[in-house]
């Protein structure tokens, strides 16, 4: 079980860094690899960076949680939950929630997560490595 975590002001630095990198990735990338990989890669560790941020919770089950937000955005997707909501012409709105539902995605998401709980599993000597 993972119980180290590191101090709220990394992911604090962390969530401001991988928003800034998402929404470049969000409004100047058009290629085939960044923007629909390594964007949806990215966002769960942005969302997982946040919720660290805020709670007091385990990483394991932060991370989880991450993956099942990633989850149900996705299948949002797959469903029309944009058009359900009324958002589907607002720029913000398609830009957060998305607009076409991909089995890559979920991929992505879930080896997201893989990388979050590998980072959160090194060992406490290579913690001052990363936050410094």
Not at 48 to 53: E, G, P, Q, S, V
Request: proline share 4%; aromatic share 16%; with cysteine.
């Amino acid at each position: 079980m993972i119980h180290q975590r590191f101090s709220k002001s990394f992911y604090l630095v962390a969530a401001v860094a991988l928003f800034l990198m998402e929404t470049a990735i969000a409004l100047y990338v058009t290629d085939g690899f960044v923007r629909p990989f390594l964007g949806d890669f990215l966002v769960v560790w942005l969302v997982y960076a946040l919720l660290m941020l805020i709670t007091p919770w385990r990483p394991i089950f932060t991370a989880g949680l991450s993956l099942f937000i990633a989850f149900v955005v996705e299948f949002g997707q797959y469903v029309g939950m944009i058009q359900f909501l009324g958002l589907q012409d607002q720029v913000w709105a398609r830009c957060i929630l998305g607009t076409s539902f991909s089995v890559w995605d979920l991929l992505m998401y879930t080896l997201g997560c893989v990388g979050i709980l590998i980072l959160e599993s090194l060992p406490s000597h290579f913690k001052p490595l990363i936050e410094h």
